[in-house]
Nanobody, 117 residues
Framework: QVQLVESGGDLVQAGGSLRLSCAAS????????MGWYRQAPGKERELVAI???????KYADSVKGRFAISRDNANNTVYLQMNVLKAEDTAVYYC???????????WGQGTQVTVSS
């Protein structure tokens, strides 16, 4: 089992910045990918950014150039630096992790990001 705890969500004005953090605990040695998804009201959950254990990353087109994912493998923590925030970035942001070689998926409880225009 892996437990994920997010922090850093807040209310921010458009154009501002936030940094989200997610700390993993439990069987962290099996973690492969860590990243972030988000879900806005009335919409499906979508990938924001993800980083493999080796460092490869993938971003949603809507956040490229504005958001940056980073990871501290020694402390089992993943971060999402969000810059130039827009109203459409408003959502609940969920931390995600999967494991290897047996693939399990884990989710955090979510943290609210609200961007006022």
């Amino acid at each position: 089992q892996v437990q994920l705890v997010e922090s850093g969500g807040d209310l921010v004005q458009a154009g501002g910045s936030l940094r989200l953090s997610c700390a993993a605990s439990g069987r962290t040695g099996s973690i492969n990918a860590m990243g972030w998804y988000r879900q806005a009201p009335g919409k499906e959950r979508e990938l924001v950014a993800i980083m493999m254990r080796g460092g490869a990353t993938k971003y949603a087109d809507s956040v490229k150039g504005r958001f940056a994912i980073s990871r501290d493998n020694a402390n089992n923590t993943v971060y999402l630096q969000m810059n130039v925030l827009k109203a459409e970035d408003t959502a609940v942001y969920y931390c995600y992790a999967d494991t290897w070689p047996v693939s399990y998926e884990y989710w955090g409880q979510g943290t609210q990001v609200t961007v006022s225009s």
